[in-house]
């Protein structure tokens, strides 16, 4: 995959002492900006599996790919279109687009009644996912790597079929039926993953999971596991239904990144405690944020696992680089910054790399 930042990869797995961390750049942020061809192609409203044009959207990896060159340590990186809610639309949700959002619709479907799919692999997004999968491995022929798709956790598909405002009520009024509902979610997701990561080809580099900023190497196969609706739910909700959930599918696979978000501060004590965990992110928010929260998180993580850091490109960027480097030890951090587009990687590349030798191929 790539040859002279391998070394940096490596020592951030094992949070070894380095000279600075991990640090890479993602160009584009809306989906208009990041897949055009695709999107272009895709009607608005309601879509099915057949609505993707796999073609167009090849076309815009290999644009991206090119776009991402000597942007830092990581490697470019495609996965399947990941814009589509892949296992809500698996679990039975219908799914509708725009020109800069996909997004799953709310069926609020009953519980009681609710079956996953016998055969997930079978139903026709799952077929439309493994056909892009197989496609873009053999479309990049090795020149960038190819990694599963994001892969939202049981309670965001749980969330999707019954509604936000719905699951946590059924969490206190009916945790009978949500018990064998989040086992259903969480067959989708351990199904999904192994056939994504049976596609992947070996590599003796190691593996790169995640698309845009969501990224990381790892010394085997690796998923990123989230539970963004965990923060609709009370701590002790979370820990008593959810959190032995990805206790175990954490377990399941060779590697796992778990993908956090600042309004979810507290969740940090009990993730970094899963053995089957071995990367986690987390977000500064672009919206509202407890800045101070999300540092003292940070820390917390990377007191026991490496810890990515993700934010998007802003004009207190300078200002937040220096207080990171300030306080954290480069051992075990990755820095990945989101940008609109090529102007604004190369302020921030400036930034990121302001005492390197930019002839660096990695750079």
Known sequence: MFETSLHRHKAFWNRQAVDRPVMGIDIGFWLSQ????????????????DDIPI???????????????????????????VAIPWLEA???????????????????IDLETWRAPESILDSPWATKLLEIMHALVDHSR??????????????????????????????VDTPELVVPALEQCARI?????????????????????????????????VLWLQ??????????????????????????????AFHLHGSALWAIDDLVRLPGI????????AAK?????????????QAHKPVVIWRMYGNDLSSWLERVRREFSPAGVSIQISVADEHEASIVKAMLFANENHNDETL
């Open 142 to 171: 090795g020149r960038y790597g190819v990694a599963p798709t994001l892969m939202r956790g049981p309670s965001d598909i749980l969330s999707a079929l019954r509604g936000p405002a719905q699951m946590p009520i059924d969490f």
């Open 289 to 301: 944020c407890d800045v101070e929260g999300t540092f003292a998180g940070w820390k917390k993580i």
């Open 227 to 256: 539970e963004d609706a965990l923060t609709l739910l009370s701590p002790s909700l979370y820990r008593k239904y959810l959190l032995p959930i990805d206790d175990r599918l954490s377990r399941m696979f060779p590697c796992i």
């Open 189 to 221: 997701w351990e199904e999904i993953a192994r056939a994504q990561l049976e596609a992947i080809p070996q590599s003796s580099d190691g593996y790169m999971a995640g698309d845009a900023a969501l990224r990381t190497w790892a010394p085997d196969k």
């Open 55 to 81: 073609d167009a959207f090849l076309k815009d990896c290999d644009d991206r790919y090119q776009q991402h060159l000597n942007q830092g340590d990581y490697p470019f990186v495609s996965a399947p279109f």
């Open 278 to 285: 071995n990367v986690m992110e987390l977000n500064l928010e």
């Open 34 to 49: 990041r897949y055009p061809r695709t999107v272009e192609k895709i009607r608005e409203g309601l879509i099915t599996p």
């Open 90 to 108: 698996i679990a039975g949700c219908p799914i509708a687009a725009t020109r800069n959002s996909v997004w799953a619709e709310h069926p609020v």
